[in-house]
Each structure stands twice: as structure tokens, then as C-alpha cells.
């Protein structure tokens, strides 16, 4: 008997000792309740600057922003004293949650076999438990696109929020068919085609692209004429169907000034109804006729080279800032993964070279909500709108900023990832170099 009782205290112990580790192993986890930010600088971005304002969180939502507010009973109160309160940041074009390592085929996911691929879906192959997911938020990152990158149409992009243990519950309410459209000159400076092989390739392309739109204009005629019955189902055609009855966006691909303008002209062409043009790395040279489509840009990675020799070093820089002047509606990307983090900077270099820091702050805030049409839930702090922002220590475009709270869709982020875990492992490290 007294055996009995002894293993069986061993195994209780054990099972507790198990218990215990799992639990320290855990990462801390978000906090979701009612909350207070108050006696902060509150940018709204679309109601100006509220000094010793607060914010008050209920249910994932805004409830009230201004002074002297009525704070519930139950709130959890944050002193903001010297802190700024922004909107969380959206980065318009990436492959964070598609890739981990990209030297790794085994991790990436963001590029399938196929040029005319539309019902691959983005959303469906986000790694909610990436390591650089944390990494980006804790910078104030707290939204992004994620897109396929690929051939022709490389499928479907997602906008999501980075928060949550399955892609649904990070969906961010949008969704955009990639089109990347033919190039009309080379690849770079590796690309030695003659002119004559270049010509051909890009023909073919535009071919390849027409045909791949006839048939869709001619899938969705049967589609709504037959309303489904007696049409086979084809899943590439059946993809296209919200772009074709305007319910879905197509993200046209394009960066050389030439390749804008036929873009442009195929768009017209063909009458495409919801578009949003991404890269326009060249897009300031033809602004003047993107204006005139009434088309707004992701425009991105600001932190580049110019594409030609020949041009400023800074034109990826004032890029932005030129297609703004000329009336265009700017938004902002990063095309990373890693380094989806950066965003706030690839802003700063576009405020500091002709867009300003209101309008640098707007696109990467309510403009690309206006774009994805999730303005009534991200880009502001608004009553009503989802609680998703971040409180600083001063100007989130500057390095030296300190983020110290991000909130997403009312939770309380813990601002812990891959490298804060590094770098608390190896701040005091046992045993010690000078221990032998």
C-alpha cells in the first residue's frame, strides 16, 4: 500500500513539474477586456491631434476618444503621460505569413506552379504562428497584404491582421486578384535577350492575357445567363468572377512608365471596374495620365534603387511624394517579409523627400483602409471602429521611437518576439563567458 501511495505522489509530481514547464514555455498570451489609454497625444489621423486625450476600448471596439471622458467601471486604466496614440499601420503589399525562410522551399508559399493561377488564395496559406509576425507588429505594424508573387496571375491576396491562431481570424476584409502585367522591356541588367526576343515574349504574354480575359468575360456571360446550371465548373474562370461583376479589385503589377501606360490602356480597354495599381516605380513619370484613370497606387519598396542608371538617386525616395502632387491616392509597401518592420521608415524617407508627414502617415494608415474599403474598421481612431493601434514614445517614423503598447482588434499584445526573447537570453547569460 505504502508503495501504491508512493508512485503515486511521483507521477502527480511529475505530471505537475510537466505542467509547469509547459506553461513557462508558452509565449504570454494577448489580453482582451475593457480598457482605458488616457493623458496621451491621440493622433486620429482623420480628426487631427487631441493633446491629454484618451481612448476607451470596449468589446474589440472604440467606444469614445477626447477629453474628459466617461470611463466604464469595469476598465482596465493605462497612463499614457508622454505617450503618442496612433492608429495601427498598414503595409499595402508583402509575403509576411507566405514565407519564413526563403532560401528554405519547405517555408515558403507565396509563388505556385502555373501562370493563370487566380483561385490560389493567400489567405489560405498564412502561418499564423510565423516568427515574423510578432516582429512586425511590435513595431507598430499591425495590418498588411499579403500577395502571391508569381507568372501572369499568381492568385489572390489577403489583408490581414496580425493576430490570431488561424487565418480566418486574421482575415482583415479584403481580398485582391493579382495581375502582373506584361513587361515591355527587360529583366535587369542580367536579362541579355535582343530587342526581337524581348518583343516576342511580351506579345506573346499580352496574347496570353487577352485570351485568359476573353474567356472569363465568356464564363461569366454563361454564368449569369444559366445561373450555374449546365456550366462546367472551371476554376480558374469561377476566381475571376467577382473582378469581372465589380466585387473584387484586380491589383495590377507594373513599374516601367511604358508598361504603366499600356496597363492603363488595357484597363480602359477592357473595362475594368475595380483596379488598384502596385510598384509604379516609375509611376512619376506618367502621374499626370494615372491621375486622369482616377486609379489609386501601392507604390513600394520606398527604400530602393532608381530603375534606371541614369535617374536621381533618390526617385524611389520622392516617388510618392510626385504621385501625390499630381492629385494621385498614394498608398504604401514594403514587398517584404523580413522586414515588413521597416514600414515606418520606408514612410519617413518618402515624408522626408516630397510627400510630407501628414500624407506619409495617411498612407500607410486610412488611405490604404480607403483602398481595401475596411475604412470603417482600420486607418483612424474613430468611435466605432476596431481597436487596432499602438502607443509610442514620440515619432513612429523615427528609429529612436519606442513602441510600448499595441492593441489589435481590442487585444492587448504582448510585446514580446524572436528578437526581444534573443536578446533578453543573452543579456545575462549563465554560465558567463568569464565563467569556466
Not at 494577448?30 to 486625450?53: A, D, H, M, S
Not at 535617374?311 to 514587398?335: C, F, I, Q, W
Amino acid at each position: 500500500m505504502a508503495k501504491r501511495i508512493q508512485s503515486t505522489i511521483i507521477i502527480i509530481t511529475v505530471l505537475l513539474c510537466a505542467f509547469v514547464f509547459a506553461l513557462e514555455a508558452q509565449n504570454p498570451k494577448g489580453k482582451y477586456g475593457t480598457f482605458v489609454l488616457k493623458n496621451g497625444t491621440v493622433q486620429t489621423v482623420t480628426r487631427g491631434v487631441i493633446q491629454n486625450g484618451s481612448v476607451v476600448i470596449v468589446n474589440g471596439k472604440i467606444t469614445a476618444v477626447g477629453t474628459n471622458l466617461s470611463i466604464p467601471a469595469e476598465a482596465e486604466e493605462i497612463d499614457c503621460t508622454g505617450q503618442w496614440i496612433f492608429p495601427g499601420m498598414i503595409d499595402s503589399g508583402t509575403r509576411l505569413g507566405l514565407t519564413e525562410v526563403r532560401s528554405d522551399s519547405r517555408t515558403t508559399d507565396f509563388n505556385e506552379i502555373g501562370d493563370i493561377i487566380p483561385q490560389m488564395k493567400a489567405l489560405t496559406a498564412i502561418n499564423p504562428n510565423s516568427v515574423l509576425i510578432p516582429v512586425t507588429r511590435i513595431n507598430g505594424v499591425t495590418t498588411v497584404l499579403a500577395a502571391p508573387e508569381g507568372d501572369l496571375i499568381p492568385g489572390t491576396a489577403a489583408l490581414i491582421n496580425l493576430y490570431g491562431y488561424t487565418p480566418d481570424q486574421m482575415f482583415g476584409g479584403f481580398e485582391g486578384l493579382v495581375l502582373n502585367f506584361p513587361k515591355a522591356g527587360r529583366e535587369g541588367l542580367a536579362d541579355r535577350r535582343s530587342e526581337e526576343d524581348v518583343k516576342k515574349a511580351y506579345d506573346k504574354a499580352i496574347a496570353r492575357l487577352n485570351e485568359v480575359w476573353d474567356m472569363a468575360v465568356q464564363y461569366h456571360l454563361l454564368d449569369s445567363a444559366t445561373k450555374s446550371k449546365g456550366v462546367k465548373y472551371y476554376p480558374e474562370m469561377q476566381a475571376m468572377m467577382a473582378v469581372l461583376r465589380g466585387e473584387r479589385s484586380v491589383m495590377v503589377e507594373a513599374n516601367a512608365a511604358k508598361d504603366i501606360q499600356a496597363a492603363l490602356q488595357w484597363i480602359s480597354a477592357r473595362k475594368v471596374k475595380k483596379v488598384i495599381l502596385t510598384g509604379v516605380s516609375e509611376g512619376w513619370r506618367v502621374a499626370a495620365e494615372i491621375k486622369k484613370a482616377g486609379i489609386p497606387v501601392i507604390v513600394g519598396p520606398v527604400l530602393s534603387l532608381p530603375d534606371r542608371e541614369y535617374d536621381r538617386y533618390d526617385r524611389a525616395y520622392s516617388n510618392p511624394g510626385l504621385l501625390k502632387k499630381a492629385g494621385v491616392k498614394v498608398a504604401l509597401r514594403t514587398k517584404h517579409a523580413e522586414n515588413v518592420r521597416n514600414l515606418p521608415y520606408h514612410a519617413a524617407f518618402a515624408a522626408a523627400y516630397g510627400l510630407g508627414k501628414e500624407e506619409a502617415l495617411r498612407s500607410v494608415t486610412i488611405v490604404p483602409a480607403e483602398i481595401f474599403g475596411v475604412a470603417d474598421r482600420l486607418g483612424s481612431i474613430e468611435v466605432g471602429k476596431n481597436a487596432t493601434l499602438f502607443v509610442c514614445d514620440g515619432d513612429p517614423f523615427e528609429t529612436r521611437t519606442a513602441i510600448n503598447l499595441v492593441f489589435i482588434d481590442g487585444w492587448n499584445v504582448p510585446m514580446v518576439s524572436r528578437q526581444t526573447q534573443l536578446y533578453e537570453e543573452f543579456l545575462n547569460r549563465e554560465p558567463g563567458l568569464s565563467k569556466k
